[in-house]
């Protein structure tokens, strides 16, 4: 029988719809962590910090979507996309209601390019299933 789209969802912690946030969010962690400590004990200028995050954020858009649809192992572009979609979302509630704060990029592109993103690292991850 063919698993639908919502019964991915249905598989507890092995879920693919967790899984991709597990890797987008313990990416970006990791990465913020490290990018604080070069702020504080080298050199380097806090003027770089923009290229930094966007370098960042598509890395672990990437593999947040790789992992997911290496999980999944069909629909690779629906799975992975949806992953960006759920990561733009929350980043742009987060901003709006916590910090009261306005985009500084336009929502819709920030959305597209989370989608396009994650979609392309789901469709590696569906084809690099053993």
Do not use: H
């Not at 672990?60 to 960006?84: C, D, E, H």
């Amino acid at each position: 029988m063919k698993e639908t789209f919502l019964d991915t969802a249905r598989r507890g912690w092995q879920s693919p719809w967790l899984v991709g946030q597990y890797w987008i969010w313990g990416i970006i962690l990791f990465c913020s962590f490290l990018a604080a400590l070069g702020l504080r004990y080298t050199s380097l200028p806090s003027d770089n910090l923009t290229a930094i995050s966007y370098i960042v954020n598509a890395g672990a858009l990437f593999a947040g979507g790789l992992a997911s649809g290496r999980r999944s192992g069909q629909k690779g572009l629906m799975i992975g996309g949806v992953q960006g979609l759920i990561y733009a979302l929350f980043v742009w509630l987060l901003s709006f209601l916590a910090f009261d704060a306005a985009p500084a990029v336009n929502p819709l592109a920030f959305i597209a390019f989370a989608f396009a993103i994650s979609a392309l690292g789901g469709m590696i991850g569906v084809n690099t299933k053993p």
